[in-house]
């Protein structure tokens, strides 16, 4: 259908990823994600399609692709992994829902500096949001996760991308 006519296109004109990403349809509630690490696919209810516009269904899917292409699976499950022998210290738990803002803000940010009109991916990600609860899996990389007040004004507002410094990084890298 639509779905996999726009993520083809998306792959091919934006070089989003190297192999075409499978779309599983589904009928559970869950938001679009993308699963998996080694062969990822992505999750796409079936219920969300006639909600969105071919616009909105565009903005979704290449919000998805960026994950993949972040590898943003990958993070989260090393994260858990950490969180799991750290659970005790409330570093990781801060550090967890820090990864998942910026994770989520990274994606809005290069949807919308690919060419992302603002107020078409932030209707897309409401209508979204209107009707699937956030994913229960943290390894799944979805639309609704983070703030979303801060989201949609970071969206609605921004107007450049801010990359961190290479003493950031640094101590990024450190801690």
Not at 35 to 53: C, D, H
Not at 80 to 109: K, M, N, S, Y
Request: hydrophobic share 40%; with cysteine; aromatic share 6%.
């Amino acid at each position: 259908g639509r779905e996999v006519r726009i993520l083809r296109m998306l792959e091919a004109s934006g070089g989003w990823s190297t192999r075409p990403l499978p779309l599983v349809a589904s009928d559970t509630s869950l938001e679009p994600g993308v699963f998996g690490i080694m062969r990822p696919k992505l999750l796409w209810p079936r219920a969300i399609s006639e909600r969105l516009t071919d616009e909105e269904l565009e903005a979704v899917l290449a919000h998805e692709l960026c994950h993949l292409r972040r590898g943003d699976n990958l993070t989260a499950v090393l994260h858990i992994a950490v969180q799991t022998v750290f659970w005790f210290h409330p570093l990781t738990w801060w550090i967890g829902a820090r990864l998942l803002d910026e994770r989520e803000r990274a994606c809005d940010e290069e949807v919308i500096r690919r060419g992302g009109e603002r107020e078409t991916y932030a209707e897309s990600i409401l209508k979204t949001c209107q009707f699937f609860v956030e994913s229960p899996l943290a390894c799944v990389s979805g639309v609704t996760g983070s703030d979303l007040k801060k989201r949609i004004e970071e969206i609605m507002t921004k107007d450049s991308v801010s990359m961190p410094g290479s003493s950031k990084r640094a101590l990024l890298a450190a801690v």
